[in-house]
């Protein structure tokens, strides 16, 4: 028996050691003193839309498959792969009628990464694209990428196919946490106002995000009821996020990667200021908060209104208790909510969309009940390809929810 | 599949497990007493069968899980059937409804004084099942580990080290009425199991182990639907009483 309880404690520091998985961090690559584009100019926004199109890889389709999608996001400019899945995200400037695109990449299930730089010379392509004209098969994207901060180890050459998909639904590529998790080692927090910036870039049209309350009533974006190393940096505040003052909040912790966790309001104000997001689903994790997110939400979708901003923001209603709260509130029914309830509360509740979880299958009948009453269907939250193929195909949804927008992204515009 | 045939498989099959523990132990039990071979790699006789029925706690990692359940018990059982002197059967069974492995596999086995060694294969059949709010889910696949193991005998005490490599073959997964499927052996991890063997008290033998497997998410987690191609930690911890 002590020879048993020998071993049993002899393993303990071997259990320890095995258990410390880390918490490492990706760094996102950065050109040095900003690369070619520190000396180029601006392209506009209707010229980079031309840009946009399916192009067949003919040098790289070891890492990036045959075909890529080239999407303007608005800032920059994303490619989407098949093949590891990979995503792109570009800043692109002109230099001497070609037009230079630099960035990283980056495997959304992986944490490789790399630089990558490409070129669409003058005369293959650039002249005309600076001429407003449609591209065609004769423009090619053509340059290196490497990993870390080594731009030029393989070649990556693009020729433009076709045009992406449009389709005729206005399809929602909804990213979840307000653009990814943490696990996925991104470069900005889950729910930060930073990863709401960048949301975009890895495909996205919409986000979620989650709103708890303080215990001095203040709505802030925060996934877990607790704080825990997961979520904050900061020795001090553990426990219940609902215990703690906003104040005590700013004090005490940080959001991963350091940045403030934001208030819903400084979040709206960041959606409709700082990117061109058209959907908003305010995951309702404290159902408290919501008679002042149903103020928040009429102000500002009249503030995006007043910028011209085309912008859904729809208050979600994950669960009874918050279906309960929400239908307690005057004029419940004319604010816009999303509901991931049953068909009965969908209706009752007058939500605008329904948004069931994908592991209950296509469903397509009731699917077309829904949007036979004027409903649109979102799913959450789909992150397997093959699963994200099979809810493209069956055409079941308006809009998918995702941890990795940029698959949905490859996959929908791909077609 | 409802509910309640889900239900009476699982549990089918671990009754089904432990009445085959239990017969052939009734057979030789006349023939040898010794206990303590359920995962030490000793050669054993021809038609000698060891087998044990325990619990199993994996920890689940956060990667996989973030902030849900992190902690998966299983029901454990296990037994070795030797075929001749140096070549067995083995196989083990984890059972909680919403994963479940079976795993079978023979291997050989070779002792010189107070140290034994055993080459094996297994192929486990894992299913799952999840049809609970949110869910109507159900997944299936095949795996292969072949495993090599060290053993060590101390008096009464046998203690194992097994290095196992970690090969998915195939999986289909349904939801709804939808359904995907792929069949793709790809190495996924390895693990490193430590196991310990004692009669603690007269004639009753326990196993305390610990499987440290470093790989891919597996059968374990299906349910979270998992698409990291990061490797990451799950221990496991059994204990286990010798039949």
């Not at chain 1, 230099?95 to 990464?113: H, L, M, N, P």
């Not at chain 1, 979102?378 to 809810?391: A, R, Y």
């Not at chain 2, 140096?86 to 070779?110: D, K, M, P």
């Not at chain 2, 046998?158 to 970690?166: P, R, Y």
Request: net charge negative.
């Amino acid at each position: 028996m002590s020879k048993l309880l020998k071993i049993i404690l002899s393993m303990i520091p071997l259990i320890t050691l095995l258990s410390c998985t880390g918490d490492e961090s990706v760094t996102v690559p950065i050109f040095e003193n900003g690369g070619l584009l520190a000396n180029t100019s601006s392209l506009s926004a209707t010229t980079s839309k031309l840009i946009e199109g399916i192009y067949s890889v003919e040098s790289g389709s070891d890492n990036f498959g045959r075909n890529v999608v080239i999407k303007f996001t608005g800032n920059t400019f994303s490619i989407f792969t098949g093949k590891n899945f990979a995503y792109f995200v570009l800043n692109v400037g002109i230099k001497d009628s070609s037009i230079v695109f630099e960035g990283y990449w980056r495997f959304a299930q992986d944490s490789k990464t790399g630089l990558a730089i490409l070129r669409l010379d003058a005369n293959e392509g650039g002249k005309q694209i600076i001429k407003n004209n449609t591209p065609n098969s004769s423009f090619v994207l053509r340059g290196s990428f490497g990993d870390g901060n080594n731009s030029t180890q393989n070649e990556l050459i693009l020729r433009y196919i076709r045009p992406i998909n449009k389709s005729k639904i206005d399809f929602k590529i909804l990213a979840h946490r307000g653009g990814g998790r943490n696990l996925d080692q991104l470069p900005e927090s889950e729910n930060s106002l930073g990863m709401m910036q960048i949301a975009e870039s890895f495909g996205a049209n919409g986000i979620e995000i989650d709103v708890r309350l303080t215990n001095d009533n203040v709505p802030i974006i925060y996934h877990d009821e607790n704080l825990s190393p997961r979520l904050v940096v900061g020795e001090f505040a553990i426990g219940p996020i609902k215990n703690y003052s906003y104040a005590h909040l700013l004090t005490l912790c940080r959001l991963k990667n350091g940045e403030l966790i934001p208030t819903l309001k400084e979040a709206l104000e960041t959606i409709i200021n700082k990117t061109n997001l058209s959907v908003v689903w305010l995951d309702v994790k404290d159902p408290a908060a919501i008679p002042q997110i149903i103020k928040l939400q009429e102000e500002y979708v009249n503030l995006a209104i007043a910028a011209g901003r085309k912008l859904e923001i729809l208050i979600g209603l994950p669960d009874d208790t918050a279906v309960e709260e929400f239908q307690k509130q005057p004029n419940f029914q004319n604010a816009a909510s999303l509901c991931e309830l049953e068909f009965d509360t969908v209706i009752n509740s007058n939500s605008l969309v329904w948004a069931p979880a994908w592991t209950r299958g296509p469903m397509i009948d009731e699917v077309s009940r829904m949007r036979g009453l004027g409903k649109r269907v979102f799913f959450w939250t789909l992150d397997g390809p093959e699963f994200i193929k099979v809810f493209l195909d069956e055409g079941a949804a308006d809009g998918i929810l995702s941890n990795y927008p940029s698959i949905v992204a490859y996959e929908y515009y791909i077609r | 599949m409802k509910k309640l045939p889900a239900i009476l498989i699982s549990f089918s099959i671990a009754a089904l497990f432990l009445a085959l523990s239990f017969l052939p132990s009734v057979i030789t039990a006349q023939q040898d007493s010794l206990k303590g071979f359920v995962v030490f790699p000793k050669p054993i006789n021809a038609g000698q069968f060891h087998s044990s029925i325990g619990l199993s706690l994996t920890v689940v990692p956060r990667l996989i899980v973030e902030e849900g359940v992190l902690q998966l018990p299983m029901l454990d059982a296990r037994a070795r059937l030797g075929i001749t002197d140096e070549f067995y059967l083995s196989g083990r069974a984890n059972i909680v409804y919403v994963t479940n492995q079976i795993s079978l596999g023979f291997g050989w086995s070779y002792s010189y004084k107070n140290l034994s060694l055993s080459i094996a294969d297994h192929f486990g059949y894992w299913f799952g099942f999840a049809d609970f709010q949110g869910f109507d889910a159900k997944s299936m696949g095949l795996a292969n580990y072949p495993t090599i193991t060290l053993g060590l005998s101390l008096n009464n005490l046998n203690v194992s080290l097994s290095g196992e490599a970690l090969i998915t073959l195939s999986q289909h997964t349904y939801f709804g009425t939808a359904s995907v499927g792929r069949f793709s052996p790809e190495y996924v991890g390895y693990a490193v199991t430590l196991a310990v063997e004692e009669e603690l008290w007269k004639n009753n033998y326990f196993i305390f182990g610990a499987r440290f497997q470093y790989s891919l998410p597996m059968y374990q987690t299906w349910l979270a639907f998992s698409t990291s191609y990061r490797w990451a930690l799950f221990p496991e911890f059994f204990i286990g009483y010798e039949l």
